[in-house]
C-alpha cells in the first residue's frame, strides 16, 4: 500500500485524455495476446471510444496528491456496456477498470471496485458484474481476491479468445 492518500472522485471532460491514456499503458501489457495487429487496434479505438458512450452512468478517477492513477467505468446495465451486444445482465456493470502501471500494488484498482459497489448500493443493487479476458490473469486474480466469482451462465468462448464474466453480490 502506498502511504499518500487515494481519493476517488468523478471524472470531468478535461480528464479524458490523461483517463485514456492510463487505459492504454495499463492494458498494453495485453498487447501480444491478440493474434492480429488490426485486432489489438480495434480494441484501442474501443477504449478510446468508450467515453463517448452515451449510456456510461459513472466515470470514476483516482488520485494521488494530483496525479490522475487509476480509472473505472460503471454503466446500469450489461447491454449499456456493451450496447452491440444483447447481454440479460440488468445489474451495475464494470467495464474499463485500469491503473497506471507505475501505481500498481498500492490499492487503487481496489478503491475503485470498491466505489462502483457503493454506488451500486446507491442503485439499489446487491450485485456488479464484468468481463474480463482469460489472458488477462493479474485482473482475474485481483477480482477474485476482491470476492468477484465467475458466472460461467454468461462467460464465453468464441474465436476472439475467452470472455469470463464475474459477479460480486453484497
Avoid at 32 to 46: G, H, V
Avoid at 94 to 120: F, K, N, T
Amino acid at each position: 500500500m502506498t502511504t499518500a492518500a487515494i481519493t476517488i472522485h468523478p471524472a470531468d471532460p478535461a480528464d479524458y485524455a490523461e483517463i485514456v491514456d492510463i487505459l492504454v499503458a495499463s492494458y498494453a501489457e495485453y498487447q501480444t495476446s491478440f493474434e492480429q495487429s488490426d485486432r489489438w487496434e480495434a480494441y484501442l479505438k474501443d477504449i478510446r471510444d468508450s467515453l463517448d458512450n452515451p449510456h456510461l452512468t459513472e466515470l470514476w478517477i483516482a488520485k494521488i496528491e494530483d496525479r490522475i492513477v487509476g480509472t473505472v467505468q460503471l454503466f446500469e446495465t450489461a447491454h449499456h456496456a456493451y450496447p452491440n451486444f444483447e447481454l440479460p445482465i440488468v445489474y451495475p456493470f464494470i467495464r474499463l477498470l485500469g491503473v497506471d502501471p507505475e501505481w500498481r500494488g498500492h490499492g487503487i484498482a481496489r478503491e475503485l471496485l470498491q466505489r462502483c459497489v457503493q454506488s451500486a448500493k446507491e442503485m439499489g443493487k446487491n450485485t456488479v458484474y464484468l468481463y474480463t479476458g482469460g489472458q488477462m490473469l493479474n485482473a482475474i486474480r485481483l477480482y477474485e481476491r476482491f470476492g468477484f466469482i465467475e458466472d460461467p451462465e454468461f462467460s464465453s468462448v468464441n474465436g476472439g479468445g475467452n470472455a469470463i464474466c464475474y459477479r460480486y453480490d453484497f
